[in-house]
């Protein structure tokens, strides 16, 4: 059993709901301690700030102190005498409050000082100075306050303006104050609005409000007197530096890096509406989180998983949602991030078990009846150590496919299969085959095969209704019992007694090893080839084409071979026909296909420019899923679409005349060739292949070979060439073996020449060191 297995049988084992509950809280603590929380609860506010966004309420204006103030003044630190100025104007205008995010904690000018504190004296508004904590040295982690000069300090309040950065460099926050040296000292916006907020906590400053709509005035405009006096009167004011040659800016999350004052500003409006509201911790909403997903599985369990999928994916929408409307009406700040890991989790962890249950279960399940299939039989086969197999191969189902559909075939095996239940252990049938039905014996029957078989046969001699149709499955079973050590060699020697039963029309057979030569190298053949492939068993020869009016080589063919490491060779006229006959032939022909644009880019790199046609098995013509394949794989390759040749047979190409060109049509299109192969041995003529897509015909060996002899077949191959010729068609003659055949082909018009005479099929090594190197072989 693997190990992925013996995994899903631990989840179905415990539960896969419980699962993915404990994944998920799991998956949620380890994410919460890698930090990630803080990027979410920032993207959700983020969100929410754009959707809600609104104009502050300018009752609070910024004085900037900007480049063109700097520029006018000409000097900076600016005079005392400056900020004096800006009070006393402010003042007589009619400002409510006037606050400096400036430092004045150190002596200027003694006359400038002095004004600066007799401005402070005789203003009417409020004037609130900055304080500012700051490490006593890189050494010391102890805070000293930066406080105003005395004299300024006695007609004047005490804000501080510190700010802190957040876990992801923002400064999302704002103190309402701080207790310094046993002294209570608020911050600026908490001055600003008289807040009575709780000191030594923040609150988050609301990231909606559009910054552009907060009030700004120049400093120098206000000096120069060209600010009306309206748009001051009743406003609070922050004086503060936006010069970015003085600093003081900060990241924020919503507008990016702005002025310090800006984020004070903020803050009060902040403050002023109201929605410095508490936050509610993420962790108790996580605990109801994962208390309704439990309870809501345990209601669920039974009903259509995807669409209980659905509800995790509606409750995370429905707590953002909830956040935005708590902030909407200012009521709380819900912290949401670690609930919606989790809810991300639980639904991630669902889908990978379900989706890991739901692949289980399809790799085991037949598709057309919904039986278990050849996987779900070696699986049971595992808990097994010996096991008796039997295998019912239904003689007459090409007749079932070509008289009922999908449906109707899928009904009459159902049917059948609940009938023969009753003779299966735990009765269980499994479709192993297209036209096989397997099971394992049920206990009681060692020694009673002959009633066993017999029940069997009564029970498909009974025709089966569908629709208007009685259709009866004729069976033929075979029989093995060995241990389940070497499953595959069980039931292919199982398999192999069905088909001898049906050779000999018995109605059933027990394996034994006498009956294994009949049929050992055809299953050999099946049960190998993809291995073959892989392990470089089969491998692709090419035999040279001959221009004949050039003299070059300027093409082959890929012909594939097997060196089978117990057999020996295996011709290819042993293996196709099987491979065709059992529908197994798509595989290896991609695989010869892919070999040969391999090979063939390669020959070009060093110099070989040739074309190399590719043997295409008629029942591929029907098969869609093959033509699409192939035809990626030439239009993915880095060869010209022309360099490759589709040889079909004639008979394929003439079965259903209509059907094969709209196939042949739609691979000609993207340029690549095609060639009818064996041409002479099937019923039609040239004429009736008049206006056929195909670009060359292949006239078939058994008439080139003996041309030289017989005056019929040179009759037959001059007069094929001249007729092709004429419909535009090029003519490639195989079977080439001397030095006189190829004369009369020359003598004949014949476009390309190809056999013994020409170059026998060699690796592909071989045949670039062979034909790179001749003197007039075809270069760029």
């Not at 490490?135 to 010391?140: E, K, P, R, V």
């Not at 009406?329 to 609930?339: F, G, H, R, T, V």
């Not at 191969?393 to 496919?401: P, Q, S, T, Y």
Request: aromatic letters at 8%; proline letters at 3%; hydrophobic letters at 45%.
């Amino acid at each position: 059993m693997t190990i992925w297995s013996q995994m899903v049988g631990r989840i179905e084992k415990f539960g896969s709901h419980s699962i993915a509950i404990l994944f998920a809280v799991l998956a949620t603590i380890a994410l919460t301690m890698a930090g990630i929380v803080p990027a979410i609860e920032q993207t959700n506010r983020d969100l929410r700030s754009l959707v809600f966004e609104r104009a502050a309420s300018g009752q609070v204006a910024v004085v900037e102190m900007d480049s063109r103030s700097l520029k006018a003044i000409g000097s900076w630190p600016w005079s005392r005498k400056i900020h004096a100025d800006l009070i006393t104007r402010l003042s007589n205008d009619g400002a409510d409050q006037i606050a400096f995010d400036v430092d004045f904690s150190s002596a200027s000018e003694k006359a400038g000082d002095e004004i600066l504190s007799a401005a402070i004296s005789d203003a009417q508004a409020q004037v609130i100075l900055a304080t500012f904590l700051q490490l006593l040295s890189i050494h010391d982690s102890n805070y000293s306050e930066n406080l105003p000069l005395e004299m300024f300090q006695e007609n004047s309040l005490l804000g501080s303006v510190n700010v802190h950065l957040d876990a992801l460099g923002h400064v999302s926050q704002y103190d309402y104050g701080a207790r310094i040296a046993g002294k209570i000292r608020p911050t600026l916006a908490a001055l600003l609005t008289n807040s009575s907020g709780e000191i030594g906590k923040s609150f988050l400053i609301d990231q909606s409000i559009d910054l552009t709509s907060i009030p700004s005035f120049s400093a120098i405009d206000i000096l120069n007197g060209d600010v009306d006096a309206s748009q001051i009167n009743g406003r609070s004011l922050i004086i503060g530096a936006t010069a970015v040659e003085l600093g003081d800016r900060y990241t924020t999350p919503k507008n990016g890096v702005i002025p310090g004052v800006y984020i004070h500003a903020l803050a009060a409006e902040t403050l002023s509406a109201g929605r410095d509201v508490s936050t509610i911790d993420g962790t108790a909403l996580l605990l109801i989180t994962l208390a309704l997903a439990v309870l809501w599985w345990n209601i669920m369990t039974g009903s259509k998983g995807d669409q209980n999928r659905l509800v995790l994916p509606l409750v995370a929408m429905i707590l953002i949602l909830s956040s935005w409307g708590f902030f909407v009406y200012a009521l709380a700040e819900i912290e949401i991030a670690p609930s919606i890991i989790f809810i991300v989790c639980l639904f991630l962890a669902d889908l990978v078990v379900e989706t890991s249950r739901t692949t289980k279960r399809e790799r085991t399940i037949d598709g057309l009846t919904g039986l278990p299939n050849a996987i779900a039989m070696m699986n049971a086969a595992e808990k097994k150590t010996i096991a008796e197999v039997v295998v019912a191969e239904i003689a007459n189902f090409v007749e079932i496919e070509s008289m009922l559909s999908a449906e109707e075939q899928a009904a009459i095996l159902q049917s059948m299969a609940k009938r023969l239940a009753l003779l299966a252990d735990d009765e269980k049938i499994f479709r192993t085959g297209r036209n096989q039905l397997s099971w394992f014996v049920a206990k009681g029957y060692a020694n009673r095969l002959e009633e066993y078989f017999d029940t069997a046969a009564t029970f498909a001699l009974s025709p089966t209704q569908i629709g208007s149709k009685k259709m009866r499955l004729k069976l033929n079973l075979g029989y093995h019992e060995g241990p389940t050590s070497n499953w595959f060699q069980l039931l292919s020697d199982t398999t192999m007694a069905a088909h001898k039963a049906a050779q000999m029309n018995y109605r059933w057979l027990k394996y034994s090893n006498d009956i294994n030569q009949i049929v050992d190298e055809k299953l050999a053949i099946l049960n190998e080839i993809d291995q073959a492939i892989e392990s470089g068993q089969i491998w692709v020869a090419y035999q040279p084409k001959l221009d004949i009016a050039s003299g070059e080589v300027n093409a082959a063919e890929a012909l594939v071979r097997w060196d089978h490491p117990q057999r020996g060779k295996i011709g290819p006229d042993r293996f196709i026909p099987i491979l065709e006959t059992e529908g197994d032939i798509a595989n290896l022909t991609l695989h010869v296909l892919k070999v040969t644009l391999e090979n063939v880019q390669k020959w070009a790199a060093s110099g070989l420019y040739i074309s190399c046609s590719v043997n295409v098995s008629a029942a591929l013509l029907d098969d869609p899923k093959f033509i699409s394949a192939a035809i990626s794989l030439v239009q993915k390759s880095k060869i010209d679409p022309d360099k490759i040749i589709f040889e079909i047979t004639e008979t394929a190409a003439l079965d259903d005349l209509i059907k094969a060109k709209a196939v042949l049509e739609g691979i000609r299109q993207i340029g690549i060739k095609l060639s009818i192969d064996d041409y002479g041995t099937g019923q039609a003529n040239l004429a009736y292949m008049q206006g056929f897509p195909a670009d060359e015909i292949k006239i078939d060996q058994s008439f080139v070979k003996s041309m030289a002899r017989s005056d019929v077949d040179r009759v037959m191959v001059s007069s094929t060439i001249e007729m092709a010729h004429k419909m535009n068609f090029k003519v490639v003659a195989e079977g080439v073996e001397d030095a006189d055949c190829l004369s009369l082909l020359h003598q004949f018009g014949c476009d390309t020449a190809q056999g013994w005479h020409i170059g026998k099929p060699v690796d592909a090594i071989i045949f670039e060191e062979k034909w790179a190197s001749q003197p007039q072989a075809m270069r760029a």
